[in-house]
């Protein structure tokens, strides 16, 4: 039990572009999802927090107008990194907690790569 | 801020035990994690243990903490070359919920 899914798994696109990066929990509801970057060799940076029905908290010196963060069901939490530029491109990966909030499972990650 | 401290790389043989390290800063802990990530992956949750509990033990993997010294350690008896991977080690801070990461540490096994 507690899969995660991303899609796309990877994505390239050109700078000036909008990309929208799905986080989905497969068998069980999610009250909060997390939303991570990896550069790398790197450790995990927390880049948002998403309670389901209300908006994301985001952490200091992540721009919320360049991340936008939607989670608008149990199952369902997106990252929408709008007007992309070279220095976006990383590992974006999503995790989500439930029944269960000591535990937070992680999506497989999405390679984003700006052009 | 909360520090979570791992040592970069270790390498083992096959078959051989290894312990992988980690020291943290925050007293007020309640959970502590190892992941483990595989190139290109995301993260797979291996084990937690709370943080009134001194250890932990699944199949292969043992869990010790000690809670006076801060420090959190991962045993994997008979170290296969699949476990080669980054081992993460992160703690749940009490005070805001929030898992901080260690910088990870790389698992070579030899054959």
């Known amino acids: 039990g507690a899969v995660v899914s991303q899609h796309p798994s990877w994505v390239i696109c050109k700078s000036g572009t909008s990309v929208k990066i799905e986080c989905r929990s497969l068998d069980f509801q999610a009250t909060t999802m997390f939303w991570y970057r990896q550069f790398p060799k790197q450790s995990l940076m927390l880049m948002a927090t998403?309670?389901?029905?209300?908006?994301?908290?985001?952490e200091q010196g992540v721009e919320k107008d360049k991340f936008l963060i939607n989670h608008a069901s149990l199952t369902l939490s997106t990252l929408t990194v709008t007007s992309a530029h070279p220095e976006d491109s990383s590992f974006y990966i999503c995790?989500?907690?439930?029944?269960?909030?000591?535990?937070?499972?992680f999506g497989p990650g999405t390679r984003l790569l700006v052009l | 801020g909360e520090d979570v401290e791992q040592s970069l790389f270790l390498s083992v043989r096959e078959g051989d035990s290894s312990v992988i390290n980690c020291t943290y800063t925050?007293?007020?802990?309640?959970?502590l994690y190892w992941y483990k990530q595989e190139p290109g992956a995301g993260l797979q949750l291996l084990t937690y243990?709370?943080?009134?509990?001194d250890m932990k033990q699944d199949q292969r993997l043992t869990v010790l903490l000690n809670k006076k010294d801060k420090h959190l350690s991962l045993r994997i008896a008979d170290t296969q070359t699949g476990d080669s991977a980054i081992y993460f080690c992160a703690e749940k801070d009490g005070n805001t919920g929030k898992l901080i990461f260690g910088q990870g540490t790389t698992l070579q096994v030899k054959p």
């Open positions: 998403s309670n389901e029905g209300s908006k994301a908290t985001y």
């Open positions: 925050d007293s007020s802990s309640t959970y």
């Open positions: 243990i709370f943080s009134n509990m």
């Open positions: 995790s989500a907690s439930g029944r269960a909030p000591e535990t937070q499972y």
